[in-house]
């Protein structure tokens, strides 16, 4: 067992663990400590405890400090930097022509690099600018090139379901997604009505997939023949996931005669769903 702290830098972002070498943390406290990019604030989100060695990912890093008040003037300070550096990066692409778009800009803590985020078509030829930029900020510059749900991820916005992106405000990670789930969920399949602000699935598909496995289970496929309470035999011809309700065409005793009939699931006879059928 190692003892270990999680740590965040960004909103929605991963959690991090770092050696807390002694140190007691609580949650919502800060923390400096040193990662591949180089030194970073992060707010800590799990405090001192103990997990086993196979979920860290070695070699396990320590903290550097906790944080103080001059380390959060630094960091409200290195925000305002961003967004200079932001202006500048903006007229220097367009003094090159590149085609590309500049999403975010983030420098690390100790200001030894500055991270721009950008989308492009394809690949850009990018080294003018890496050079115009450097003697600039006098730093070194990493432009890094991104989809277009990590834009989503890192601008924010609101869905239509009229809350913040889920993305932007505590999905740290971006799950798969596939036309499958809103298939199994009844939803429309217009992509206007299952995408998200970034033009793909929406998230959200993902959230609700377990429930709607368990509940497509209790229920009939479509097409399928059934036995009603009546002891009547009828045809699916749709239901009604979340009520778990199923309309038949009932087959009645009188010859050729046809109706359409509405039951609840538990009133119905008919062999389970399994999981290679709701695939």
């Known amino acids: 067992m190692t003892e270990v702290i999680g740590v965040k830098f960004r909103t929605a972002g991963k959690v991090y663990y770092f050696s807390p070498k002694g140190v007691s943390f609580s949650r919502g406290e800060y923390a400096i400590v040193e990662t591949s990019r180089g030194v ?7 405090e001192n405890q103990e997990i086993t060695e196979d979920k860290i990912v070695a070699p396990l890093k320590d903290i550097l400090r906790k944080a103080t008040e001059e380390d959060r003037v630094q960091y409200e300070a290195n925000h305002a930097l961003e967004r200079e550096a932001y202006e500048t990066c903006q007229k220097k692409i367009k003094e090159h ?4 778009k500049l999403i975010d800009v983030e420098y690390t803590f100790d200001k030894g690099k500055a991270l721009f985020y950008f989308t492009a078509e394809g690949r850009v030829d990018f080294r003018a600018l890496v050079k115009d930029l450097a003697s600039i900020f006098r730093t070194r510059i990493e432009l890094r090139q991104v989809g277009v749900r990590d834009e989503t991820k890192l601008l924010g916005g609101y869905g239509v379901c009229g809350r913040p992106l ?3 405000s505590f999905l740290s990670e971006f799950a798969p997604v596939s036309i499958k789930m809103a298939k199994e969920q009844g939803l429309s399949l217009n992509p206007s009505s299952i995408s998200g602000v970034c033009g793909r699935l929406m998230c959200c598909l ?4 377990e429930v709607y496995d368990f509940l497509n289970s209790k229920l009939p496929a479509l097409g399928e023949f059934v036995t009603t309470r009546e002891g009547l035999k009828g045809e699916v011809i749709s239901v009604s996931v979340l009520n778990q309700k199923v309309k038949l065409i009932v087959n009645l005793e009188k010859e050729d005669e046809k109706e359409l009939r509405e039951y609840s699931v538990s009133d ?9 059928d709701l695939e």
Request: aromatic share 8%; proline share 4%; with cysteine.
């Open 40 to 46: 970073e604030y992060g707010e800590v989100l799990l």
């Open 97 to 100: 022509g590149l085609e590309m």
């Open 166 to 168: 889920c993305c932007h």
């Open 206 to 209: 993902k959230n609700e997939e």
């Open 268 to 276: 119905l006879k008919f062999k389970p769903r399994r999981k290679m």
